[in-house]
């Protein structure tokens, strides 16, 4: 697994995030879940997250893939806890009948809690939620256009209650919430029939 720790400085919801880590799932195992990752789901159905070479890669030759069909499938990053800072991936949205989702998630206590953006290519828009108990409620949603078959970048900032979406690099969602406060683990989202690569997962904590 190819994991490169950076030091940066930027201004994120008035406050400074100081570091970032990089995952770009290059040094696992093609066909197997990427090792330090855990690929599991909220609800029912079996998820499958697997390391694939892919030649239009953001980062050559690996992307994480998800294919298998679940309520939410779910790849948490273990060892990680970042109360506030941000999450930013790469998501290519290729199949589904009932959805074509990819997402983030924070904050992540385990696969029945915590925060998720998703942009969502069959219904072209993007939406915030919580997930608590397993139960998942949006609080935000925008209409925008999520192109199959691309690749896009959807990133989060958060800090305390206030939460920004940002999608393509536009700024879509500015949100408050408050159903969990304290410090998570961050990761990966998708949701039912979607089959979505996953490329660049950036975080980081103020």
């Known amino acids: 697994m190819k994991s490169i720790a950076v030091l940066i400085l930027m201004s994120s919801l008035a406050t400074s995030v100081t ?52 309520t939410y499938p779910l790849c948490i990053k273990e060892g990680t806890s970042v109360k506030d800072g941000f999450v930013e991936v790469k998501f290519k949205p290729v199949a589904g009948k009932e959805d074509q989702a990819g997402g983030v998630i924070w904050r992540c ?31 935000k949603n925008t209409n925008t256009k999520v192109a199959p078959g691309q690749w896009h970048t959807l990133r989060v900032d ?5 939460f920004v979406v940002t999608f393509n690099g536009k700024q879509v969602i500015t949100a408050t919430d408050d159903k969990i406060k304290d410090a998570g683990q961050v990761g990966l989202w998708t949701k039912a029939d979607s089959m979505t690569l996953f490329d660049d997962f950036t975080y980081g904590a103020q």
């Open 19 to 70: 570091w970032a880590d990089i995952v770009n799932f290059d040094g696992g195992e093609t066909g197997k879940a990427p090792p330090g990752w855990n690929a599991t789901k909220t609800g029912t159905g079996a998820a499958k997250w697997t390391i694939e070479k892919d030649a239009n890669a953001p980062s050559k030759p690996n992307v994480l893939k998800q294919s298998g069909e679940a």
């Open 109 to 139: 206590k385990d696969a029945d809690n915590y925060y998720i953006a998703r942009a969502n290519a069959l219904e072209d828009n993007v939406t915030i939620y919580h997930t608590v108990s397993g139960k998942r409620v949006s609080f």
């Open 158 to 162: 958060f800090t305390g209650d206030r």
